[in-house]
């Protein structure tokens, strides 16, 4: 079993920055593979960073490139997502999850942090 517990949202005005933390206990041996999702009231999880830990190569969808960045502290077992210039449309609740591999898909993750809330005023 691998544990996520995620930290770092708040509520910030347009424009400015966060860092999310997600530190992670348990087998950690077993995931090769970490990212952060977010979710909307009514909506499905949308993967916005990952990360492969054995090589620390990031990944992002086009929507996010440029702001969003994925970053990992092994020695922490700790992965952050720093979020910058950020947009109303950033509002929601921030996932942080861990596998043996690297997917868009949410539903194919195994482990999963409790969330962490990002609110953004214009």
């Known amino acids: 079993q691998v544990q996520l517990v995620e930290s770092g949202g708040g509520s910030v005005q347009a424009g400015g920055s966060l860092r999310l933390s997600c530190v992670a206990s348990g087998y950690t041996s077993n995931y090769l593979c970490m990212g952060w999702f977010r979710q909307t009231p009514g909506k499905g999880r949308e993967g916005v960073a990952l990360?492969?830990?054995?090589?620390?190569?990031?990944s992002y969808p086009n929507s996010v490139k440029g702001r969003f960045t994925i970053s990992q502290e092994i020695a922490k077992n700790t992965v952050y997502l720093q979020i910058d210039s950020l947009k109303p449309e950033d509002t929601a609740t921030y996932y942080c999850?861990?596998?043996?591999?690297?997917?868009?898909?949410?539903?194919?993750?195994?482990?999963w942090g409790q969330g962490t809330q990002v609110t953004v005023s214009s």
């Open positions: 990360i492969r830990t054995a090589s620390g190569e990031a």
């Open positions: 999850a861990a596998d043996r591999y690297c997917t868009w898909s949410a539903s194919l993750w195994s482990y």
